[in-house]
């Protein structure tokens, strides 16, 4: 079956780390999207990619970076500038048109 | 421009009960309009979606919204709530040309069902 699957489901970093979550489709979807959901804040747009090698910054891309170096792959760094990483991260995708997104399941980011 | 308003942020219902969750949008073109539901730690799942065709949509588990054009409208509902309803939904509008292609989500209602 066709999806998008985001790895690993949990990650704890330490302060001053970098770490990278991983997001993978097989849908042949074009855009890819990353958002990060806190508690009462709703889905925020982190960074988004609609071709491959091309991707632009959301609404709080600061601390974050990306790359889109394949279609089906749109893995996420959150760096040691983002001072308050501990959330919940989705990953997401679709097509150009009145289509909605298909979602990974997330990964919770846990700052120990 | 395009925006999302859940009316609410939380509903409380007793299970058996009517759900209504409400939503109201703006966009400057006729847009597509979607209801996903979430429910805790996962990601999230599309309930039903409106694209310009028939204005009452039905969805999975009994959901259906009813597209308003005149109130700019697109409310969730179900006419008997079971406990497994109990998740954050959330509104989502996207309008023809969006830049990336992206879509406006609401803030979200989190339901509760009560026994």
């Known amino acids: 079956d066709g999806g998008i699957t985001q790895s690993p489901k949990y990650l704890f970093r330490k302060e001053g780390q970098n770490v990278t979550l991983s997001c993978e489709q097989n849908?042949?979807?074009?855009?890819m999207y990353w958002y990060r959901q806190d508690p009462g804040q709703g889905l925020r747009l982190i960074y988004y990619s609609q071709i491959v090698n091309d991707f632009q910054k959301g609404d709080i891309a600061e601390g974050y970076s990306v790359s889109r170096e394949k279609k089906e792959s749109f893995p996420l760094t959150v760096t040691s500038a983002q001072k308050n990483p501990t959330a919940f991260y989705l990953c997401?995708?679709?097509?150009?048109?009145?289509?909605?997104?298909?979602f990974g399941s997330g990964t919770r980011l846990t700052v120990v | 421009a395009q925006s999302v308003t859940q009316l609410d942020s939380h509903v409380s219902v007793s299970e058996g009960t009517p759900v209504l969750l409400r939503c109201n949008y703006s966009?400057?073109?006729?847009?597509?309009l979607f209801w996903y539901v979430q429910h805790p730690n996962k990601g999230l799942q599309l309930l039903l979606k409106?694209?310009?065709?028939?204005?009452l949509v039905k969805g999975i588990n009994g959901f259906e919204a009813e597209f308003k054009k005149s109130e700019t409208s697109f409310h969730l509902t179900k006419p008997s709530a079971h406990m497994s309803d109990a998740a954050e939904y959330f509104c989502?509008?996207?309008?023809?040309?969006?830049?990336?292609?992206?879509?406006?989500f609401g803030g979200g209602t989190r339901v509760l069902v009560k026994p």
């Open positions: 849908l042949n979807h074009d855009a």
């Open positions: 409106y694209t310009s065709a028939a204005t």
């Open positions: 966009s400057s073109y006729s847009p597509s």
């Open positions: 989502v509008v996207k309008s023809p040309g969006a830049a990336g292609n992206k879509l406006t």
């Open positions: 997401a995708s679709n097509q150009q048109g009145p289509y909605g997104y298909t």
